[in-house]
């Protein structure tokens, strides 16, 4: 029973930041595990903008390099990403998922919302 407990978004207007957390339980080696954030809008797919593999080798989609940061922490079961200079755009419904080792569920996510 593999869940994921999303937190950490809110309201802010463009160009601040957030940090987002995840954390992991129910039975799975996440050590090993390569994790993702996906963020989803209505009407759109949901799209991976962020990885980290279980040695910490990081992987961003173009829209967010350079402003988002992933990370892990393996001894505590958690995935964080920051998030700087957020953009009207990044607003979102966020998600942090596995992309090996599943199937992994999806998580309730966490809303971030830019907005002036």
């Known amino acids: 029973q593999v869940q994921l407990v999303e937190s950490g978004g809110g309201l802010v207007e463009p160009g601040e930041s957030l940090k987002l957390s995840c954390r992991v339980s129910g039975g799975r080696f996440f050590s090993l595990a390569t994790m993702g954030w996906y963020r989803q809008t209505p009407g759109k797919q949901r799209e991976l903008v962020a990885s980290?593999?279980?040695?910490?080798?990081?992987d961003y989609d173009d829209l967010v390099k350079g402003r988002f940061a992933i990370s892990r922490v393996n001894a505590e079961n958690s995935v964080y990403l920051q998030m700087n200079n957020l953009k009207p755009e990044d607003t979102a419904v966020y998600y942090c998922t596995g992309l090996n080792y599943g199937p992994w569920p999806w998580g309730r996510g966490t809303l971030v919302t830019v907005s002036s």
């Open positions: 980290i593999s279980g040695g910490g080798l990081e």
